[in-house]
């Protein structure tokens, strides 16, 4: 049964850049038909969808952070790694990875438990 | 417009029917997906292509669609199913996600 953990540094400076990674276990990154994805959460509000990547290494990001994010892959490692430059308080949020299942349909499944990122000076 | 409306709280009194709803123009061109979350957890998927439920979901959870409108339905809730309910869908350029801003349902 393949599980995600995502992890990285829990308090990042203003203007720097905050990055994560999501390890996954279980299974390996680069088969199947999947998308590797990153979601995240402010404290008591709804979940965003900050990007993807699909195992080929394509990309797609949610249009009002494309300036500021990259997402990659590491299948030496099974991991995928968010970055996320120029961050402010606002960036603030527990930040989940998620693979997303490619049919006709597609859905997340599993999620990863979340790993809180704090932007402050 | 690209995004997914949902009704911030609903309230249902155990074992009855309670009905979640979701509004937004993609959902005329594109599936729904349903996901829970309780406090403290990261979400899980509760119901996939508008209307398919992952093994291990109850069958009291169900979905459904019409037009740009798709429901979540809880038959019966029990009191753990208080927890906030997403819904999920492709904007209308088809490559990115988005999610409705969430349903918190309370147990009566």
């Known amino acids: 049964q393949v599980q995600l953990q995502e992890s990285g540094p829990g308090l990042v400076k203003p203007s720097q850049t905050l990055s994560l990674s999501c390890t996954v276990s279980?299974?390996?990154?680069?088969?199947?038909?999947?998308?590797w994805n990153w979601i995240r959460q402010p404290a008591g509000k709804g979940l965003e969808w900050i990007g993807r990547?699909?195992?080929?290494?394509?990309?797609n990001y949610n249009p009002s952070l494309k300036s500021r994010v990259t997402i990659s892959v590491d299948t030496s490692k099974n991991q995928f790694s968010l970055k996320l430059t120029s961050v402010t308080a606002a960036d603030t949020a527990m930040y989940y990875c998620?693979?997303?299942?490619?049919?006709?349909?597609?859905?997340?499944?599993?999620w990863g438990q979340g790993t809180l990122v704090t932007v402050s000076s | 417009s690209s995004e997914l409306t949902q009704d911030p709280a609903v309230s249902v009194a155990l074992g009855q029917t309670v009905r979640i709803t979701c509004q937004g123009d993609?959902?005329?061109?594109?599936?729904a997906s349903w996901y829970q979350q309780k406090p403290g957890q990261a979400p899980v998927l509760l119901i996939y292509g508008n209307n398919n439920r992952p093994s291990g979901i109850p069958d009291r959870f169900s979905g459904s669609s019409s037009g740009n409108t798709s429901s979540l339905t809880i038959t019966g809730p029990q009191a753990e199913d208080e927890a906030d309910y997403y819904c999920n869908s492709r904007d209308s350029s088809g490559n990115h996600w988005m999610f409705g801003g969430g349903t918190k349902l309370t147990v009566l």
């Open positions: 998620a693979r997303e299942v490619v049919t006709a349909i597609n859905w997340f499944d599993p």
């Open positions: 990547i699909y195992t080929s290494g394509s990309t």
């Open positions: 993609s959902l005329r061109s594109y599936y």
């Open positions: 279980g299974g390996s990154i680069s088969s199947g038909n999947y998308y």
